[in-house]
Nanobody, 122 residues
Framework: QVQLVESGGGLVQPGGSLRLSCAASGFTLEHYAMAWFRRAPGKEREGVSCVTYSGDNTHYADSVKGRFTMSRDIPKNTVYLQMDSLKPEDTAVYYC???????????????WGQGTQVTVSS
């Protein structure tokens, strides 16, 4: 069955970096779009980035453009989110998700990981 397992979260100081991983099983990345979402305390879940099934395009929310980079490793069936220049407002639980096409609507995503906590604080 489909499984998504995130890892790599933690506590980091403002300006620091983290790399999140999402190990996928039960399907191959080449056939699905993959996205990262996040939910900050007291806020709704929001899309952060998404890579198309072909891997030709990666989309980013305005709030993370130029700071976050999403990538995927097909042989490892894993997607990554490299987060640089982190800010306190990036504090959230980060989730990876699978869909047929990239969308900022979380309703389009059929499968989700359990989430990994990222805390940016001095």
């Amino acid at each position: 069955q489909v499984q998504l397992v995130e890892s790599g979260g933690g506590l980091v100081q403002p300006g620091g970096s983290l790399r999140l991983s999402c190990a996928a099983s039960g399907f191959t990345l080449e056939h699905y779009a993959m996205a990262w979402f996040r939910r900050a305390p007291g806020k709704e879940r929001e899309g952060v980035s998404c890579v198309t099934y072909s891997g030709d395009n990666t989309h980013y929310a305005d709030s993370v453009k130029g700071r976050f980079t999403m990538s995927r490793d097909i042989p490892k069936n894993t997607v990554y989110l490299q987060m640089d220049s982190l800010k306190p407002e990036d504090t959230a639980v980060y989730y990876c998700a699978q869909a047929e096409f990239c969308s900022w609507s979380d309703n389009e995503y059929a499968y989700w990981g359990q989430g990994t906590q990222v805390t940016v604080s001095s």
